[in-house]
Nanobody, 122 residues
Framework: QVQLVESGGGLVQPGGSLRLSCAASGRIFSVNDMGWYRQAPGKQRETVASITMGGSTKYGDSVKGRFTISRDNAKRTVYLQMNSLEPEDTAVYYC????????????????WGQGTQVTVSS
């Protein structure tokens, strides 16, 4: 019904920048809240940032001031601009979206992207 496709991950040096993208497609009625999560080996999954349909944002303490989440509703895409990257940011980053489908437009379900690796190393 719904697919979230992520892109933009890769290898970057400390202090560098990356921009992640996540595009939703399928039989979509609307895309509500969206967010980015990350998980490093041996660590619990943590929330990086989230954004509502209206554009209200929240950030995890570890990324506040360095990362910016945004969305383009016409493209059904959420972005994560990551600046001043640190080795501690190394993780697999996952996109999440609450989506109402054409089949069931009154119910919002969670969908996840496939994950994209971000490695910060010199």
């Amino acid at each position: 019904q719904v697919q979230l496709v992520e892109s933009g991950g890769g290898l970057v040096q400390p202090g560098g920048s990356l921009r992640l993208s996540c595009a939703a497609s399928g039989r979509i009625f609307s895309v509500n809240d969206m967010g980015w999560y990350r998980q490093a080996p041996g660590k619990q999954r943590e929330t990086v940032a989230s954004i509502t349909m209206g554009g209200s944002t929240k950030y995890g303490d570890s990324v506040k001031g360095r990362f910016t989440i945004s969305r383009d509703n016409a493209k059904r895409t959420v972005y994560l601009q990551m600046n001043s990257l640190e080795p501690e940011d190394t993780a697999v980053y996952y996109c999440n979206a609450r989506v109402r489908t054409i089949t069931r437009p009154l119910v919002a379900d969670d969908y996840w992207g496939q994950g994209t690796q971000v490695t910060v190393s010199s």
